[in-house]
């Protein structure tokens, strides 16, 4: 006698990638599909691959038939991410670079440097942050708090604690005060974490450089709560950046809109940084603008101005004018788009 067991024709999702509209990118979906060979593929949008890339935001089902004639089914969902630089507030041994958003811890040893992000997930919103790992953390604390003051690293609800200090190599995935959810071993520098809050779960996923997707750990959530990034360094030196959010609610800051036509007003900067919204009707193939500064004799002005990547719709940008040598008085920001569509708004230093 001779037996011979087959669990059939499964579907495994290898890796998702959602639709990125501020990169411009779209989604991809890659899955193992085990059977007996050969196996068809036959995916909702006509492809009869078993991976499929260059995907907008949507459902893709794949049925996947083995020589048997066992089929199976799943559906997949490609999402459309707008994901927006982080800012901060609250900031307490940091220095932070207000044109990068990008902290770097400048007190001595010790749980002594937090910030609070000026993003606010509302209430009954889904969201996500990502951060990218550079090997410039030494160690920090990094998650959702619902608090709006920075607090101790652990009165964070959700966190991530990457340690790489000495000889450590860790990243761990918290709940509340001290429980360990997981723990992944060996990050590796280009690695992303991020956490996410969809309804009443919260997911704690790390997108590994190898291209592998791992879901480390899930946590019941209060969807009606109001969340924050809450970030912590003990050690010097610690920088981070690459932190990146879903979501964007700037708290007691003034954007300006950029206008067709100039107003009789004008904006005084703050502490040397304009801060302006500017609305995009079309998809931006590259995702810049093209700016000029104009003085008060409509001269434009020689000066170096950061890139700031925009998205299709409502963008909430700022230009940090400390360092660039411009005197007191009256200029006109001129903003000019891919279709040579022009915006303007004047401002005093």
Same mark, same amino acid.
Not at 103 to 122: D, P, Q, V, Y
């Given at each position: 006698?001779?037996?011979?067991?087959?669990?059939?024709?499964?579907?495994?999702?290898?890796?998702?990638?959602?639709?990125?509209?501020?990169?411009?990118?779209?989604?991809?979906?890659?899955?193992?599909?085990?059977?007996?060979?050969?196996?068809?593929?036959?995916?909702?949008?006509?492809?009869?691959?078993?991976?499929?890339?260059?995907?907008?935001?949507?459902?893709?089902?794949?049925?996947?038939?083995?020589?048997?004639?066992?089929?199976?089914?799943?559906?997949?969902?490609?999402?459309?991410?707008? &994901?927006?630089?982080?800012?901060?507030?609250?900031?307490?041994?940091?220095?932070?670079?207000?044109?990068?958003?990008?902290?770097?811890?400048?007190?001595?040893?010790?749980?002594?440097?937090?910030?609070?992000?000026?993003?606010?997930?509302?209430?009954?919103?889904?969201?996500?942050?990502?951060?990218?790992?550079?090997?410039?953390?030494?160690?920090?604390?990094?998650?959702?708090?619902?608090?709006?003051?920075?607090?101790?690293?652990?009165?964070?609800?959700?966190?991530?604690?990457?340690?790489?200090?000495?000889?450590?190599?860790?990243?761990?995935?918290?709940?509340?005060?001290?429980?360990?959810?997981?723990?992944?071993?060996?990050?590796?520098?280009?690695?992303?974490?991020?956490?996410?809050?969809?309804?009443?779960?919260?997911?704690?996923?790390?997108?590994?450089?190898?291209?592998?997707?791992?879901?480390?750990?899930?946590?019941?959530?209060?969807?009606?709560?109001?969340?924050?990034?809450?970030?912590?360094?003990?050690?010097?030196?610690?920088?981070?950046?690459?932190?990146?959010?879903?979501?964007?609610?700037?708290?007691?800051?003034?954007?300006?809109?950029?206008?067709?036509?100039?107003?009789?007003?004008?904006?005084?900067?703050?502490?040397?940084?304009?801060? &302006?919204?500017?609305?995009?009707?079309?998809?931006?193939?590259?995702?810049?603008?093209?700016?000029?500064?104009?003085?008060?004799?409509?001269?434009?002005?020689?000066?170096?101005?950061?890139?700031?990547?925009?998205?299709?719709?409502?963008?909430?940008?700022?230009?940090?004018?400390?360092?660039?040598?411009?005197?007191?008085?009256?200029?006109?920001?001129?903003?000019?788009?891919?279709?040579?569509?022009?915006?303007?708004?004047?401002?005093?230093?």
């Amino acid at each position: 006698m001779v037996c011979s067991f087959s669990e059939g024709v499964t579907i495994e999702q290898e890796y998702l990638h959602h639709q990125n509209i501020t990169g411009n990118t779209l989604g991809s979906i890659a899955v193992n599909v085990t059977g007996q060979q050969p196996i068809t593929y036959s995916w909702s949008n006509g492809a009869a691959v078993e991976d499929i890339t260059g995907l907008s935001a949507g459902t893709y089902t794949l049925t996947a038939t083995d020589n048997t004639g066992e089929s199976i089914t799943r559906s997949f969902e490609i999402r459309g991410e707008k &994901f927006y630089q982080t800012t901060w507030q609250d900031v307490q041994g940091y220095n932070l670079n207000t044109t990068t958003n990008e902290l770097t811890k400048s007190t001595a040893n010790g749980w002594n440097s937090t910030a609070l992000s000026t993003n606010e997930l509302k209430a009954n919103t889904d969201g996500s942050f990502k951060y990218v790992i550079t090997g410039n953390e030494t160690t920090m604390i990094i998650g959702f708090s619902q608090y709006n003051t920075s607090t101790h690293p652990y009165d964070s609800k959700y966190r991530f604690y990457l340690n790489t200090y000495g000889s450590a190599n860790y990243l761990k995935m918290y709940l509340n005060n001290y429980t360990v959810l997981n723990t992944y071993n060996n990050p590796q520098v280009g690695d992303t974490i991020i956490l996410e809050r969809i309804g009443s779960v919260v997911y704690y996923r790390v997108h590994q450089v190898n291209g592998t997707q791992v879901l480390y750990a899930t946590a019941s959530a209060n969807p009606s709560e109001v969340l924050y990034v809450d970030v912590n360094s003990p050690y010097v030196p610690s920088v981070i950046n690459n932190m990146h959010c879903s979501f964007y609610t700037p708290l007691n800051i003034p954007y300006y809109p950029l206008g067709t036509t100039l107003t009789g007003g004008y904006y005084n900067l703050v502490d040397n940084t304009l801060n &302006f919204s500017y609305y995009e009707r079309y998809t931006p193939s590259n995702g810049d603008l093209n700016y000029e500064i104009i003085d008060n004799t409509n001269t434009s002005v020689s000066v170096i101005l950061p890139v700031l990547p925009i998205v299709q719709g409502e963008n909430y940008l700022s230009i940090d004018f400390s360092s660039l040598g411009l005197s007191s008085g009256y200029y006109i920001l001129k903003v000019t788009n891919e279709k040579s569509e022009v915006k303007q708004l004047r401002f005093k230093i």
